[in-house]
């Protein structure tokens, strides 16, 4: 029996907006921020069972990516203003 994997090449060829990278980026970037203003809270504040574990990180996503969508942060103009700057210098 021969087991082929599965290589999900699809998504390789679709040329991602910048904007959307950004936007990305400062999503994830806030998430992990939150996780770790987490950690600084004490742990008998919160239940630390498995649930509510995974309902605090899909809250810390959704938070993170309403403010990623908000651009308040201003983190996306200032990646996009570096790609632009880097591209403007690198002839692509």
């Given at each position: 029996?021969?087991?082929?994997?599965?290589?999900?090449?699809?998504?390789?060829?679709?040329?991602?907006k910048?904007?959307?990278?950004?936007?990305?980026?400062?999503?994830?970037?806030?998430?992990?921020?939150m996780?770790?203003?987490?950690?600084?809270?004490?742990?008998?504040?919160?239940n630390?069972?498995?649930?509510?574990?995974?309902?605090?990180?899909?809250?810390?996503?959704?938070?993170?990516?309403?403010?990623?969508?908000?651009?308040?942060l201003?983190l996306?103009?200032?990646?996009l203003?570096?790609?632009?700057?880097?591209?403007?210098?690198?002839?692509?």
């Amino acid at each position: 029996m021969k087991i082929t994997p599965y290589w999900d090449f699809k998504n390789l060829n679709q040329i991602r907006k910048p904007e959307d990278v950004a936007k990305e980026f400062e999503s994830m970037f806030v998430r992990m921020l939150m996780k770790e203003f987490r950690k600084s809270i004490p742990e008998g504040l919160f239940n630390s069972s498995f649930s509510s574990k995974m309902y605090l990180d899909m809250f810390d996503m959704q938070i993170s990516e309403a403010i990623a969508s908000s651009d308040k942060l201003g983190l996306k103009s200032y990646i996009l203003n570096a790609l632009e700057t880097y591209n403007r210098y690198s002839g692509e």
